[in-house]
């Protein structure tokens, strides 16, 4: 079965860095458009980033453009996300997911304050 665990995330102060990371399994990895999403509180799902399957190509969220970097490991089945300059409004729960596919990771919580 297709399994998407998340983690990395933490507490951090403002101007600091996090670096997720997102092991999958049950699908072919190396095949599938991967994403980055994150929910705070009171707030939709939004999309963060995206990375085509050879990892050649991405695409941000316009306020996380040059602070973020998504990418793979398709030999480790693994999906990142580099977080530098965080910001308090990037404090969210941050799941990983493939976008052809309705599973969801548990996420992993991303707060970002003094």
């Known amino acids: 079965q297709v399994q998407l665990v998340e983690s990395g995330g933490g507490l951090v102060q403002p101007g600091g860095s996090l670096r997720l990371s997102c092991a999958a399994s049950?699908?072919?990895?190396?095949?599938?458009?991967m994403a980055w999403y994150r929910q705070a509180p009171g707030k939709e799902r939004e999309l963060v980033a995206t990375?085509?399957?050879?990892?050649?190509?991405?695409d941000y969220l316009d306020s996380v453009k040059g602070r973020f970097t998504i990418s793979r490991d398709n030999r480790k089945n693994t999906l990142y996300l580099q977080m530098n300059s965080l910001k308090p409004e990037d404090t969210a729960v941050y799941y990983c997911?493939?976008?052809?596919?309705?599973?969801w990771g548990q996420g992993t919580q991303v707060t970002v304050s003094s």
């Open positions: 997911k493939a976008v052809s596919l309705l599973y």
């Open positions: 049950g699908f072919t990895f190396s095949a599938r458009t």
């Open positions: 990375i085509v399957s050879s990892g050649y190509s991405t």
